[in-house]
Structures are given as structure tokens and as C-alpha cells.
């Protein structure tokens, strides 16, 4: 069965490499996308007809470019069902674990890999990277143009000094050293979360402190939901997201490193205005 298995990936890959010689190296590409992080960049960057597939998730509420993924073909992440595909094109940020890039790579068929940034220039370069590797360098730098305006429209506001808490439905929140806190920092706000990186909502201390704003997301989908022993559920958390002004961030805004997460920028400097 094994044999039989690799024999089939091999022909594949042969007929895939094979086609692509025939198309030659100017032609359209045939592309297929393995997540819904990299959806967004080839739905963003690439010409619809030369689209093969994209991620079982490019529909999803936690997509951004949900709405122009709507009619194109999907493909689940594996190594079999990408090749059966034959595209002279992969894109992907984390689909298809860790080796499918590797395989692909060795079979003849370049792999994008989308990065994960920790930072807003991070995320511009990204954008400049992916689309230029795209084919579409001219388009790329109007939206990292675009993204340098808006952050310097936020930047010519008088900040809030607003202390804001990002909340998940898990009782997760982020401090210094993620991107979430980053975000926050362009929206002329302050992190209530004294503790770098991930962690659980600081429930002692807002028994006896609360911020000016809390930041809640993913909230208005089942992503991040994990169980009734979140730290979200607590009576302390709830009463937070009960008595303080709340800014909701769709998950789409935040749940990849985009140019999209300007939006969550903007929302949340409103919000801090709203609040004073």
C-alpha cells in the first residue's frame, strides 16, 4: 500500500513538472493557496483566473477577503490533493505542516512561504515580499503606501493615553513582544497587560484595577472559544466586558499579519477618543 501510495505522488509530481515545462516560464500561473492566512495575500495580489484553489477556510467569518473568495475552487493542505492540482504556484503560511513545502520544492514547484510578523513595518515588508513574488510589485506598494498614510493620519492624533486589555473568549490577553500590543501602541493606546507575550487574562488584578477600554476579539464567532473554564467566564472578566467600554475587533482584522490589521488600528483609536 505504501508503494502504491508513493508511486501515485511520483507520477503525479512528474506530470506536474511536465506541465509546467510546457506552459513555460511566462505563462499565467496556476496557483493554490494552503491557508486562510495565505488566502488572504493571493486573493489580494493574484489575478482570479490564474487562482486554482484556495484553503477549505478562504469563506470562513475569520477571512478577510472572504467575499472575493466566494466561487473559486478549494483544495485541503495535502501533499496528494495539491498535486492532483498541478499549479506552478504554492502559497502558504502554515498549511500543510511543516514538510509539505520541502516535498513541493523538490518535485519542481516553488512555495511562497508567508511569514509570521511581530511588528507593523514587519507586516508592510511582508506585503511588499509576497506580492512582488506574486507577480504584482506595482499593486504590492500601493497598499504598504496606503498602509503608511493611514498610520500616519493615527500618528497626527493627540493618543488617548488610554490603558486598553485585549480580551479573548479563551481568557487570553498579549502584552509587550506580540503584535497585538504593537497595535495598540499605533492607536495611541496603553497595555493594561504588564507581562510581555501571551497570557491568561490577570484576573487578581483587575479584581482591585481595571483599564479604560477593552479590546475583545473573536467574539462574534466560534474561533478561540475553548471551554466553560476560560478565564474569559469568570465573574471578574465578565463584569469588565459588562461595565467598560468595548471595542470589538472582528477576527478577521487581527487573525493574520495583514495590511488589514489597520483596521483593528483604527477602530481602536475611535474608541479611545470615544472614551475620554
Known sequence: MIRAILAVLASLALAACS???ERGAGAPRRIV?????????????????????????????????????VGIPTVRPRTADVLA???????????GGSDIAGFLDRTG????????????????????RVGTELGKPAEALTVAEDM????????ARKGSHR??????????????????HELFLAAGLENFQDRPGWNPLPLERLAYDRPDLIAAAFFESQTNHVDSWSAARHPVARAQLRQL????????????????????????????????
Open 85 to 95: 492540482l498541478r499549479p506552478d504556484l504554492v502559497v502558504r503560511s502554515y498549511g
Open 33 to 69: 493557496s494552503l491557508d486562510y492566512c495565505a488566502d488572504q495575500y493571493v486573493l489580494k495580489f493574484a489575478d482570479r483566473k490564474d487562482i486554482l484553489a484556495l484553503s477549505p477556510d478562504a469563506e470562513k467569518r475569520f477571512s478577510y477577503m472572504r467575499a472575493a473568495a
Open 148 to 155: 503608511d498614510r493611514r498610520l500616519a493620519a493615527l500618528a
Open 163 to 180: 490603558d486598553v486589555l485585549y480580551v479573548t473568549p479563551a481568557g487570553v490577553t498579549a502584552g509587550a513582544g506580540t503584535l497585538v
Open 245 to 276: 467600554p468595548v471595542v470589538p475587533l472582528e477576527g478577521s482584522w487581527t487573525s493574520c499579519g495583514g495590511w488589514f490589521l489597520l483596521d483593528a488600528v483604527e477602530a481602536m483609536a475611535r474608541a479611545g477618543e470615544v472614551s475620554r
Open 19 to 21: 506541465q509546467a515545462v
Open 109 to 128: 514547484i516553488p512555495v511562497v512561504q508567508i511569514g509570521f510578523p511581530q511588528s507593523i513595518a514587519e507586516v508592510r515588508a511582508e506585503v511588499l
